[in-house]
């Protein structure tokens, strides 16, 4: 049994997010169990959203830290910055645009304390920006408990999000700068190799994250940055590689680079033509070079292994990208 953390320490990166501050805030500060320490980091936006934050937490009596960035350097990298800030046994990433539960700090750094676990998960309800309840992402867990492993494969499998925001983590788990900076889909690759590095994974079935699902976000606003995402599907295959687990996990990250990278791309770069008057400048190249990575050799293995989406996906927008684009307009 590991040392009991005592102390949580919440990050938010912030970066022209003023309409959404107060909500955020107004939910760290409600929590049942508080933190101890609150880093704002400052992403240098053009609004003024961190003298907001700074005046609303003062205000309230609400100690915190603010480390700035001389210039815009991306979530990646001010997560980063604020960990090194960070003095906490407990680390939360919260975004400056979504909100929690209440009892979201109580109830994960409770199960990372009663599982002696490296990090604490909870599933997470997506919301729109009117609070319109639009789901929860993931399916059920199974388990209270699992291996860093396990939940890798998990998140490779789709049945868990990689994102930072849902989790609270041991200080220890992370290292020093985890998350990728200079790229977008900064979450995904390092998480599955914090998976893989942990020992013990608490589940929360409760779906205690709020995450906003706006027009204009990195997962749906279709640009030079969604390429990141092949560098991701990349990162995870070499993560894979690296625990010598790309053989045993083979059918799981084929359907993985189809649903997640392929499909992604496909799709954010299909709505921005369906929505603009003109086709996008990079439209072409993104499917192109989705085309360029399907291999009609897959379909059958994954039809066999049961990703029929995917290979319908593969077999039309290898052959008829237009006619995939014109099913996709009516979903």
């Not at 970066?15 to 933190?35: I, V």
């Not at 992604?264 to 990575?293: F, G, K, T, W």
């Amino acid at each position: 049994m590991r040392t009991t953390p005592t102390t949580v320490s919440v990050v938010i990166p912030i970066y022209n997010s003023r309409d959404y501050l107060p909500g955020c805030l107004d939910s760290l500060l409600a929590q049942t169990r508080k933190a101890d320490q609150i880093v704002l980091v400052d992403d240098c936006g053009q609004d003024d959203s961190i003298a907001f934050a700074r005046n609303h937490l003062a205000g309230r009596g609400a100690e915190h830290t603010v480390v700035s960035h001389p210039e815009n350097k991306g979530l990646g990298c001010a997560r980063n910055s604020g960990l090194e800030a960070a003095t906490g046994d407990l680390i939360w990433f919260l975004d400056s645009d979504d909100r929690a539960d209440p009892t979201f700090i109580e109830v994960l750094a409770g199960a990372v304390t009663r599982h002696d676990a490296d990090f604490a998960c909870t599933r997470t309800r997506r919301v729109d920006e009117n609070n319109n309840d639009l789901g929860v992402d993931e399916p059920l867990y199974d388990t209270e408990l699992m291996s860093g492993p396990d939940f890798a494969h998990l998140l490779i499998k789709g049945r868990a999000k990689a994102y930072a925001c849902n989790k609270i983590f041991r200080r220890e788990v992370l290292g020093s700068r985890p998350w990728e900076e200079n790229q977008s889909y900064e979450d995904f690759a390092p998480l599955v190799r914090i998976g893989l590095g942990a020992d013990r994974v608490a589940l929360v079935n409760d779906p205690l994250y709020w995450y906003l699902y706006r027009p204009g976000s990195i997962s749906t606003h279709f640009s030079s940055h969604t390429f990141d995402l092949f560098k991701v599907g990349d990162d995870v295959l070499n993560e894979v590689a690296a625990g010598d687990l790309q053989t045993s996990w083979q059918a799981d990250l084929r359907g993985f680079r189809y649903r997640e990278i392929l499909t992604s791309v496909a799709h954010v770069a299909m709505r921005a033509d369906q929505a603009s008057p003109s086709r996008p400048p990079l439209y072409n190249s993104a499917i192109d070079r989705v085309q360029a990575s399907i291999r009609l050799s897959d379909v059958p293995a994954l039809v066999r292994t049961g990703f029929l989406r995917e290979a319908v996906f593969a077999i039309l927008v290898k052959a008829a990208p237009w006619l995939y684009s014109a099913i996709l307009r009516h979903r």
